[in-house]
């Protein structure tokens, strides 16, 4: 009886070892400031899509209606790298605007002509300045690599847009 005790230890045979079951599987969970990261880059791309398909139908100036296709473009590429990336991470992303945003639509959907064009440039300006803030704190002070290498491959598309932007406005002003 010995021999057969002895047997079954050495040989690692435990009761529990039977049933087949995998063992848990070890959830990842993100620091706040990835997290933080997902969320704002989330709405910032919600905004960059809903106003720019307002700008794009909307707009008198050629330019300010191209901007605003060209948002709606380049962000929906963007939301949808983050929400695969948010599923990866088993993050939930917003689905909708912030407060801030909703009520931008609003103003925006009443006016017309140049006040339309100069609200919503002004609005891309502002949005594209805070869109840099959040993907830098991201690339310096985020843990998870994978979101700091989605915050390092859209920063570029950020200060490109916020130029653009920023040249948009100088060129409704003269």
Known sequence: MLLIL???SS???KKDDDDNTPPP???QTLSVTDTVFINNASLSNLAEIDLGQLAATK?????IKAFGAFMVNEHTLAQNELNALAA???VSVPQELDSLHKAIKQQLEVLNGYQFDS???STQVTDHQ??????NTEINSGQDQDVINYANKYLPHI???LQKATQLKADLVK
């Open 11 to 13: 040989l690692g045979c």
């Open 88 to 90: 990866q991470k088993n």
């Open 6 to 8: 002895a047997l079954a």
């Open 119 to 121: 609200l919503y440039i």
């Open 25 to 27: 599987q070890q959830v």
């Open 159 to 161: 200060n490109e847009h």
């Open 59 to 63: 707009a008198s100036n050629d330019s």
């Open 130 to 135: 805070k869109a840099q803030q959040i993907f």
